[in-house]
């Protein structure tokens, strides 16, 4: 029979984050039994273990726990459990660009492939640092690799650096451009300007 401890560690099974990181953190207390290492969950243990992977999404903290316990020699912390998880971010985030690429290179043969009538904002700026979408469908094969490792190297940094959102396509910039020209001719289309505000503490 196993020790209330464990039985309340472990819990009832479900797919919260916090329940996976309980069941986990038996199986490696129980691993490094095996190896002759002791292993004491604790309260605390399991409260700090939360704290730091209680936000990640429970599927992908099971296979960074089951990664971890393929390869962890001792009771692993959070951190080694983490770096799991950024090893799958990267490689996902990866598959993601070079997806992108081949959409582009498609697009810069074909405007238009499968009905597509713009590329999405990340996309088209990676082309421009790959040398532009001209360039992507003329330039000679032995220079496609190095287009093609520019545009991924810009695409990973965009997210890097959370600059997607702040991204326009070309449609969209030459559409906010055409408006301002147009409250230009239109000067009422501008809201009048006021008189300037006075500061009353002067």
Request: proline share 6%; glycine share 4%; aromatic share 6%.
């Amino acid at each position: 029979m196993p020790s209330s401890g464990l039985a309340i560690i472990s819990g009832p099974p479900d797919s919260s984050s916090e329940t996976v990181i309980r069941q986990w953190l038996v199986r490696f207390a129980e691993h490094c039994r095996q190896k002759g290492q002791a292993a004491e969950i604790t309260t605390a243990l399991v409260k700090s273990w939360v704290d730091v992977l209680g936000h990640v999404d429970p599927k992908l903290l099971d296979a960074a726990c089951r990664k971890t316990a393929l390869t962890c020699k001792f009771f692993p912390t959070p951190a080694d459990v983490y770096e799991r998880i950024d090893q799958t971010n990267t490689k996902a985030a990866e598959l993601e660009a070079e997806a992108a690429w081949q959409r582009t290179l498609k697009f810069a043969v074909n405007p238009g492939f499968s009905g597509l009538k713009e590329l999405d904002a990340r996309s088209q700026h990676a082309a421009r640092a790959a040398g532009g979408l001209s360039w992507i469908e003329s330039c000679p094969a032995t220079e496609l690799p190095w287009a093609q490792k520019r545009f991924i190297e810009s695409y990973l940094r965009i997210e890097e650096l959370h600059l997607a959102e702040n991204l326009l396509t070309d449609g969209e910039a030459k559409k906010l451009v055409r408006e301002v020209i147009q409250h230009a001719k239109d000067p009422q289309a501008l809201p009048a300007a006021g008189p300037p505000e006075v500061d009353d503490d002067l």
